[in-house]
């Protein structure tokens, strides 16, 4: 059974810092790795997805990376924003099927 | 623009009665849907696959007869809370795969129940 842990669970940094969040999954059977922004009461806006067969993805700020032999996957952020303040979801595709991480509560103080 | 309409949005209701809440997928037909829920401060959950013509099928521990999934056409899933009690108070969320090319999948943006 696919598990995914995130780590840190929450993170409170200065703008202007460049920060990283974990993923890691137990089977590597994947189509895709996905990350997702949540806002507070909110839906989810896509931000990145890797296919099983990609290392990585960029997106302005923003690059995830993927490797399925470990089990892992980061989402960098590049100069982090007040604005960028949210819980970041990661999710493996197993089929359409998303199995969710716990998510990382990020705040980013002026 | 959404690809993908959920509603409502949030409702409230009193115990003992049913909610149902609607998917549609607006530009693009969508044989499989996805139902998640996300109780406060959890991640989200896969409650059950809705097939187009077809049962839906539940994830381990989800009862099928009070979460009732009806995909009746290519673009429209609904989900039926039955009976709701405040434990099913929670984030409903649908998706579906955009199946034509390697999209994401698209989410509505989720239905907050609050049973009282």
């Known amino acids: 059974k696919q598990e995914v842990t995130q780590i840190p669970a929450a993170l409170s940094v200065p703008e202007g810092e460049n920060l990283v969040l974990n993923c890691s999954f137990t089977d590597s059977a994947i189509y895709n790795l996905q990350w997702f922004r949540q806002d507070p009461g909110k839906g989810l806006t896509s931000l990145l997805l890797?296919?099983?067969?990609?290392r990585e993805q960029t997106s302005g700020r923003l690059n995830a990376s993927l490797d399925k032999s470990s089990g892992r996957s980061t989402l960098y952020i590049a100069a982090s924003q007040p604005g960028d303040s949210a819980t970041y979801l990661c999710?493996?595709?197993?089929?359409?099927?998303?199995?969710f991480g716990q998510g990382t509560e990020l705040s980013v103080k002026p | 623009g959404a690809v993908v309409s959920q509603h409502p949005s949030w409702v409230i209701c009193k115990s003992g009665t049913s909610v149902k809440i609607e998917c549609r997928s607006l530009?693009?037909?969508?044989?499989?849907m996805f139902w998640y829920r996300q109780f406060p401060k959890q991640s989200l959950m896969l409650m059950a696959t809705?097939?187009?013509?077809?049962?839906?099928?539940?994830e381990q521990g989800v009862e099928k007869d009070k979460f009732l999934i009806n995909h009746a056409s290519l673009t429209l899933s609904t989900l039926t809370v039955t009976s709701a009690h405040p434990e099913d108070s929670s984030f409903y969320i649908c998706s579906a795969p955009r199946q034509v090319d390697n999209s994401p999948l698209h989410f509505g943006n989720g239905t907050r129940l609050t049973v009282t």
């Open positions: 999710a493996a595709d197993q089929g359409g099927k998303l199995i």
């Open positions: 890797i296919q099983s067969s990609q």
């Open positions: 530009d693009f037909q969508a044989t499989t």
């Open positions: 809705s097939n187009e013509g077809s049962k839906a099928t539940y």
